[in-house]
């Protein structure tokens, strides 16, 4: 789980905020005054948003075939399944810092009153994970948005999707 936020939080910063941030620094060398430099400072925050939003929805138009906009209908079943990634990562961490691991000297070892739950919840994660990762590598295989295979690589780097 904290593989998946890592990538996700790299595949961000690579994808939007470094390639954007470049292309405002570039667009920073030709202004003159204090008002290109909020116009140029609010395209570029607009456009960080605008790669973000894209990123997120990124096989609404893949998988629509249509070039129409962001945060459509059809993205929304793709959009769920990203927010339960999410969802489940943080109610995994709930459950396991609502109570305290133990010692149990019978069994001797390690156990925490919400195993089971915690059990539950990871392997959903894996289930909705392992979705996610068929569906972009279905999109890339049909060539579509070449950023994604950045975060194929990032997030199956030992080939542990494509092992399962």
Known sequence: MQHFVKVIQGYIANQILHVTWCEFGNKLSSVGNLEEIHRTHAEYLNKAIFRQATILTFTSNACSGSGQGLLTEKAAPVMNIIHSIFSLILKFRSQLISQSWSFDAGKQMAVHPNFGLMQQSYN????????????????????????????????NFNNYYKDN
């Open 124 to 155: 959903t994660f894996k289930y909705y994970s392992h979705f996610l990762f068929k569906v972009v590598t279905k999109l890339v295989n049909r060539g579509y948005q070449p950023h994604l295979e950045d975060f194929l690589l990032r997030i």
